[in-house]
Structures are given as structure tokens and as C-alpha cells.
T-cell receptor, first 116, second 109 residues
């Protein structure tokens, strides 16, 4: 059974046209992440939610926003996609453990974004 | 300086070979360590966590050296199906996970 679901798997958008990617999870994990991964590069953390607390990475462009309306769902909004935003977008979840140690992350299959 | 550094490879090895990857990390406060496997155009999947005492899972052995701030992955008796990119992941600052850019492995018949 899928535990972290991302829709759509492939998304084509036009330069400057807002796009929303979605992620849902059945694990009831309190932490959810969005990563951007370009070819042959490491996944780059954009932001994460600890429950409802939003944590933005310092170098994440303002063009990227996120919403987490409840525990199960998290959205990535790209307000004005540029050609450089074409990438795989990965959603992940994890369960926070006492003491600050991180349990492993569980990844969704990703959404591949193409900007025309 | 990158948080996590890996040799990008590729490592081209014949079936049955033993291959080792290393990964260094910069933050001495790092708390948890993992190796992930990523197939082409797929999401990363956990291969194994890495513990201070070292741990083994079948043909895979992971080691952690906190003093030198590196972790390693050893794959014995390589199979064709082991061909993938191996990502080193380090966690600190509670919920933040940092990825290396991956080491590509090609196992050839």
C-alpha cells in the first residue's frame, strides 16, 4: 500500500503559470518535507513542516510556497515557474523522535515538472 | 563547503566484485546517518541506517566513524540489480536531513 502519494506524477506547465503539486501520507507522521532534485544532483530541501510549524530554508526562493491544511496533506505552490524550476519534486515524511534524533524519511514517487 | 560530500563515481565493477563508498560530513553534531538507494528517475529508498557500532544487512555493511566524520558502505558480491545511485544522508538539527549528491554504481556482467 502506498504510504506517501504524490500527484500528479508528471506535470507540464507554462512559463509563469502557477502550479500546485500535492502530497498525501497515510503514515500519520508529524513532519513533512519538500525537496527539489535536478538531474545528477542531491535532493535539495526547500522547506518542511513540523506539525503546523513551517520551516523555510534560507535559500528557497520566494516563488515557492507551501501549505499543510492537515496532518495528511501538504502542497507545494510555485507561483511563477521559470525554466530553471524544471525538476523532480519529492515529498517525504518522517516521525520526530524524542532527543532530536531523526527517524528515517519515507519518500513519495515524486512529481516531475516540465516548464515550457 | 557542502554539508555532505560523496565521490560521484561512476564506479564500474564486474558482477561479484566488492565495492566501497565513502561519505564525509561537516557537522560534528550530526545525529543520525543513512544510506539511500536511488534508481534512475525514481525516489530515494532507504537502504540502511548507520549505527556507531557498524551494521550489516546481507551483502551490505555500513560503518560510521564519528571522529573522522565519515560513513562508508561496503557491497559484497555485487549483483546487476545493485546498479543505482547511492545517497549518503546525515541528520542533525532535529528534523533536517542533508543529502550527498550520490555515488553512481554500474555493475556489469
Amino acid at each position: 500500500d502506498a504510504m506517501v502519494i504524490q500527484n500528479p506524477r508528471y506535470q507540464v506547465t507554462q512559463f509563469g503559470k502557477p502550479v500546485t503539486l500535492s502530497c498525501s501520507q497515510t503514515l500519520n507522521h508529524n513532519v513533512m518535507y519538500w525537496y527539489q532534485q535536478k538531474s545528477s544532483q542531491a535532493p535539495k530541501l526547500l522547506f518542511h513542516y513540523y506539525d503546523k510549524d513551517f520551516n523555510n530554508e534560507a535559500d528557497t526562493p520566494d516563488n515557492f510556497q507551501s501549505r499543510r491544511p492537515n496532518t495528511s496533506f501538504c502542497f507545494l505552490d510555485i507561483r511563477s515557474p521559470g525554466l530553471g524550476d524544471a525538476a523532480m519534486y519529492l515529498c517525504a515524511t518522517s516521525r520526530d523522535l524524542p532527543g532530536g534524533e531523526g527517524e528515517t524519511q519515507y519518500f513519495g514517487p515524486g512529481t516531475r515538472l516540465l516548464v515550457l | 563547503r557542502k554539508e555532505v560530500e560523496q565521490d560521484p563515481g561512476p564506479f564500474n565493477v564486474p558482477e561479484g566484485a566488492t565495492v566501497a563508498f565513502n561519505c564525509t560530513y561537516s557537522n560534528s553534531a550530526s545525529q543520525s546517518f543513512f544510506w539511500y538507494r536511488q534508481d534512475c528517475r525514481k525516489e530515494p529508498k532507504l537502504l540502511m541506517s548507520v549505527y556507531s557500532s557498524g551494521n550489516e544487512d546481507g551483502r551490505f555493511t555500513a560503518q560510521l566513524n564519528r571522529a573522522s566524520q565519515y560513513i562508508s558502505l561496503l557491497i559484497r558480491d555485487s549483483k546487476l540489480s545493485d546498479s543505482a545511485t547511492y545517497l549518503c544522508v546525515v541528520q542533525y538539527n532535529f528534523n533536517k536531513f542533508y543529502f550527498g549528491s550520490g555515488t553512481k554504481l554500474n555493475v556489469k556482467p
